[in-house]
């Protein structure tokens, strides 16, 4: 499969910003993804990018890619306890598959 | 409510007796796989299917079996389960032209 990479853990005090970061190997991939995943719970999508984007914002969320160098990150701004969470990268590839990092758990410290 | 519905949420059970996890979906989507989730390895697929009666193997598939008989329904076998299975697993469906993958809640397996 395909090769995805993430840090695994980051802190991050309530109110400050955190950022997460992944490589990613198919330069051919369509879409990005951020998923999250909750203690107990299965993963949601929490957003994409179109792979001929540069930047997306949502809300306190902003993604950026960078292609050339297959960067993808994740800026939660003004984080709350309640995004305490591991969050998944994801690519597309192959028939409509999705490969996914091995996840990084944010904890936010209140 | 759109969803992806996974039984059971937690399975004891001892090596070698088969076993048989439900995923079952009500968004017509075309697309299923199942995934396992391992600490320090992050989601592996196992299995995937295109559609009815198209299956095909992910990265992890050994001692697994699937079958896509309904659209709605992708079930996970394991026929002779070993501790090595023991893991988080979650089934996953999306439509074809549907950006977005919906996930159960997960399926706790212990193999003792």
């Known amino acids: 499969g395909e090769d995805v990479e993430q840090s695994l853990f980051l802190s991050v005090r309530e109110g400050d910003s955190s950022v997460i970061n992944c490589t990613y190997t198919d330069s051919s991939s369509t879409y990005l993804y951020w998923y999250k995943q909750e203690p107990g719970a299965g993963l949601q999508l929490l957003t994409y990018?179109?792979?001929?984007?540069d930047m997306k914002q949502d809300q306190r969320l902003t993604v950026l890619l960078n292609k050339k160098d297959k960067h993808l990150s994740l800026r939660i701004a003004d984080t709350q306890t309640g995004d305490s969470a591991i969050y998944f990268c994801?690519?597309?590839?192959?028939?409509?598959?999705?490969?996914f990092g091995k996840g990084n758990q944010v904890v936010v410290i209140p | 409510e759109a969803q992806v519905t996974q039984n059971p949420r937690y399975l004891i059970t001892v090596t070698g007796k088969k076993l048989t996890v439900t995923c079952s979906q009500n968004?017509?989507?075309?697309?299923m796989s199942w995934y396992r989730q391992d600490p320090g390895l992050g989601l592996r697929q196992i299995y995937y299917?295109?559609?009815?009666?198209?299956?095909d193997k992910g990265d992890v598939p050994e001692g697994y079996k699937v079958s896509r008989k309904e659209k709605r329904n992708f079930p996970l076998i394991l026929e002779s389960p070993s501790p090595n299975q023991t893991s988080l697993y979650f089934c996953a469906s999306r439509g074809t032209s549907n950006t977005e993958a919906f996930f159960g809640q997960g399926t706790r397996l212990t193999v003792v």
């Open positions: 994801a690519e597309t590839y192959g028939n409509n598959r999705l490969a």
């Open positions: 990018i179109f792979s001929n984007m």
């Open positions: 968004m017509n989507h075309e697309y």
């Open positions: 299917s295109m559609n009815v009666e198209v299956t």
